[in-house]
């Protein structure tokens, strides 16, 4: 139990497009989902806490604008990269908490972006 | 605020050889303490965790026990394989925080034959 997807695992877009990545957890309700990015052979950077049905919460330095969170769903979090440039190239993660549940947060597999 | 502090990488060992990946924290309260492992192209998965002070943590062979003396959660496996070569990362979580997840840098293992 406790699987978290993401669609596509890679896509390639040109510099000035948006993209966008769906997280979801399949067999779980989570109230609270985390986006992540991480940069090659480093950790992972929190980028936004998406919590069901209110707005996301941005840490320091990630621009709410550029990077839209949207949480519809106890199963459902995206996330759009607008007018997406080269810099952006990454490689985004979402995680899940469960809801009722301990701490503990479930991962999905990752999104590779690459910006042409 | 919170921090984890891992060893660098990478780390090389001989199949059957003794695992260690140190790791220590800063926090404050009581936070939970995680190893997450990544393979590579892939995403995060939890490997074990322990929730309060002296408790161990263990799944396929990997320990880590929770010291809260010396704010350590080293990884350790008796006898690593192969297939044990990936990224593994240790992480705080403090219910002061909204769950929010600290990781540390991660530490690559490749285990040879």
């Known amino acids: 139990g406790a699987v978290v997807s993401q669609h596509p695992s890679r896509v390639i877009c040109k510099s000035g497009t948006s993209v966008k990545i769906e997280c979801r957890s399949l067999?779980?309700?989570?109230?609270?989902m985390f986006w992540y990015r991480q940069f090659p052979k480093q950790s992972l950077m929190l980028m936004a806490t998406?919590?069901?049905?209110?707005?996301?919460?941005?840490e320091q330095g990630v621009e709410k604008d550029k990077f839209l969170i949207n949480h519809a769903s106890l199963t459902l979090s995206t996330l759009t990269v607008t007018s997406a440039h080269p810099e952006d190239s990454s490689f985004y993660i979402c995680?899940?908490?469960?809801?009722?549940?301990?701490?503990?947060?479930?991962f999905g597999p990752g999104t590779r972006l690459t910006v042409t | 605020g919170n921090s984890v502090t891992q060893m660098e990488g990478p780390v090389t060992l001989s199949e059957e050889a003794f695992l260690t990946i140190n790791c220590t924290y800063t926090?404050?309260?009581?936070?939970?303490l995680f190893w997450y492992v990544q393979y590579p192209g892939e995403g995060l998965q939890l490997l074990l965790k322990?929730?309060?002070?002296?408790d161990k943590g263990s799944n396929k062979g990997f320990e880590a026990t929770y010291r809260k003396e010396t704010t350590s959660f080293h990884l350790e496996k008796g006898s690593v394989q192969v297939s044990d070569s990936a990224v593994y990362f240790c992480a705080l979580t403090n219910t002061g925080t909204a769950s929010k997840l600290t990781f540390g840098t991660g530490t690559r293992l490749q285990v040879t034959l």
């Open positions: 926090a404050t309260g009581y936070p939970s």
């Open positions: 322990a929730t309060k002070a002296d």
């Open positions: 998406s919590n069901e049905g209110s707005k996301a919460t941005y």
């Open positions: 995680s899940a908490r469960v809801w009722g549940g301990s701490y503990e947060q479930y």
């Open positions: 067999d779980f309700q989570a109230t609270t």
